[in-house]
């Protein structure tokens, strides 16, 4: 995402060759406190099962924007959501200039007020960065995108399952939305070659006149790695992210709640009056009036090569936290069934505040 999703922030990053003594304290003391925090959080997510769903989407391949693949895990989607005895919804809307066909999908789990209540979105993208016929050979490889395209989506699948099973039923009704044609085409980010999939959707509610129903909308994004965190964000709701930040420091998660970028980090964009954030799918909602909230595990996750450095600059990496993020590295084995089921959990933790959210909204 960055690139999925772009971030006007480029993550401060310390490099491991110039760490000092109280750098290298402070990193120390940032891992120790991670592992005091619960590993996951309880509640009704079964990271495992979530995972199975990872594994299934993964063994298609690279799954980006109008490929054969992505087309398979729509059908594992759709299919997956039938068993459940629920009836999935397709957007399909071939795009004008591109010539692919955008397929979003969408289930309801029917609130109080099935026809006319309020609706919250849940949505995460499920295709994959294109990393092929590039011009540059840096940028092709095999990328089948485990946490950047597959473990968000399967988050959603698992909530599918969880509020199914929900009683009393939500007051909401609550939309889970796999959005397509999310990574921009171009390697570097291209605002008018991304996110076609949401603007599509928001389009489309907007002309069936289901947006002034849609109350709320949370994006998950960038979940899945084994020292999991959840990262501020410039362009998310506060109210919403003061919820979500609340919720998490009610499960025993301040550890790996907004704790990136740090200050340190924004400073200069504050100073500046300079705009920071990440260009997302909630980005699209937020530009129709939704309400909008981010949670993604991005920052940190930058290798040099994709850190946009200019001559004799030395990239920097945090050796807290691994960098996969649009490399080969993305892959089953950085996947981790405790950080999605922590982020399924969190949601659900947080689902009576995002319905007195939703409720309270005229």
Same mark, same amino acid.
């Given at each position: 995402?960055?690139?999925?999703?772009?971030?006007?922030?480029?993550?401060?990053?310390?490099?491991?060759? +110039?760490?000092?003594?109280?750098?290298?304290?402070?990193?120390?003391?940032?891992?120790?406190?991670?592992?005091?925090?619960?590993?996951?959080?309880?509640?009704?997510?079964?990271?495992?099962?979530?995972?199975?769903?990872?594994?299934?989407?993964?063994?298609?391949?690279?799954?980006?924007?109008?490929?054969?693949?992505?087309?398979?895990? $729509?059908?594992?989607?759709?299919?997956?959501?039938?068993?459940?005895?629920?009836?999935?919804? +397709?957007?399909?809307?071939?795009?004008?200039?591109?010539?692919?066909?955008?397929? &979003?999908?969408?289930?309801?789990?029917?609130?109080?007020?099935? $026809?006319?209540?309020?609706?919250?979105?849940?949505?995460?993208?499920?295709?994959?960065?294109?990393?092929?016929?590039?011009?540059?050979? @840096?940028? /092709?490889?095999?990328?089948?995108?485990?946490?950047?395209?597959?473990?968000?989506? $399967?988050?959603?699948?698992?909530?599918?399952r969880v509020l199914k099973e929900k009683q009393p039923r939500p007051k909401v /009704?609550?939309?889970?939305?796999?959005?397509?044609?999310?990574?921009?085409?171009?390697?570097t980010w291209n605002d008018e070659r991304a996110l076609l999939g949401s603007k599509?959707?928001?389009?489309?509610?907007?002309?069936?006149?289901?947006?002034?129903?849609?109350?709320?909308?949370?994006?998950?994004?960038?979940?899945?790695?084994? &020292?999991?965190?959840?990262?501020?964000?410039? &362009?998310?709701?506060?109210?919403?992210?003061?919820?979500?930040?609340?919720?998490?420091?009610?499960?025993?998660?301040?550890? +790996?709640?907004? /704790?990136?970028?740090?200050?340190?980090?924004? +400073?200069?964009?504050?100073?500046?009056?300079?705009?920071?954030?990440?260009?997302?799918?909630?980005?699209?909602f937020a530009a129709f009036g939704v309400p909008s909230v981010l949670l993604i595990?991005?920052?940190?996750?930058?290798?040099?090569?994709?850190?946009?450095?200019?001559?004799?600059?030395?990239?920097?990496?945090?050796?807290?936290?691994?960098?996969?993020?649009?490399?080969?590295?993305? &892959?089953?084995?950085?996947?981790?069934?405790? $950080?999605? @089921?922590?982020?399924? /959990?969190?949601?659900?933790?947080?689902?009576?505040?995002?319905?007195?959210?939703?409720?309270?909204?005229?």
């Amino acid at each position: 995402m960055v690139g999925s999703p772009r971030c006007y922030l480029v993550p401060m990053v310390v490099g491991s060759k +110039r760490l000092g003594t109280r750098a290298l304290c402070l990193v120390l003391f940032s891992l120790f406190l991670l592992l005091l925090v619960p590993s996951c959080g309880s509640g009704p997510v079964d990271g495992g099962k979530a995972r199975q769903h990872v594994e299934k989407m993964v063994a298609f391949g690279p799954r980006p924007f109008g490929s054969e693949q992505l087309a398979k895990t $729509a059908d594992y989607i759709t299919g997956e959501l039938s068993k459940l005895g629920l009836k999935p919804q +397709r957007q399909e809307v071939m795009h004008e200039k591109e010539k692919k066909m955008i397929r &979003n999908l969408y289930v309801q789990i029917d609130g109080e007020d099935a $026809a006319n209540g309020p609706i919250l979105i849940i949505g995460a993208h499920y295709d994959t960065k294109i990393a092929q016929g590039h011009s540059e050979a @840096a940028h /092709n490889f095999e990328f089948v995108g485990a946490i950047d395209g597959g473990g968000a989506p $399967a988050v959603l699948l698992e909530l599918a399952r969880v509020l199914k099973e929900k009683q009393p039923r939500p007051k909401v /009704n609550v939309w889970l939305y796999w959005i397509d044609a999310e990574e921009s085409i171009d390697w570097t980010w291209n605002d008018e070659r991304a996110l076609l999939g949401s603007k599509a959707f928001c389009k489309m509610l907007s002309e069936t006149k289901l947006l002034p129903r849609v109350k709320a909308f949370v994006l998950l994004d960038l979940i899945g790695d084994h &020292n999991y965190k959840i990262d501020k964000d410039g &362009n998310s709701d506060s109210k919403l992210q003061e919820l979500f930040e609340k919720v998490g420091k009610a499960m025993g998660e301040s550890g +790996r709640m907004y /704790n990136y970028p740090t200050d340190e980090d924004l +400073r200069p964009y504050r100073e500046r009056g300079m705009p920071w954030g990440t260009t997302d799918d909630h980005k699209t909602f937020a530009a129709f009036g939704v309400p909008s909230v981010l949670l993604i595990d991005f920052a940190r996750r930058i290798p040099p090569q994709h850190q946009g450095l200019k001559p004799g600059q030395q990239g920097s990496v945090d050796p807290a936290f691994t960098q996969w993020w649009h490399t080969p590295d993305d &892959n089953l084995s950085q996947l981790s069934s405790k $950080a999605l @089921a922590f982020t399924g /959990n969190l949601v659900m933790a947080a689902f009576d505040d995002l319905e007195k959210f939703c409720t309270s909204r005229k």
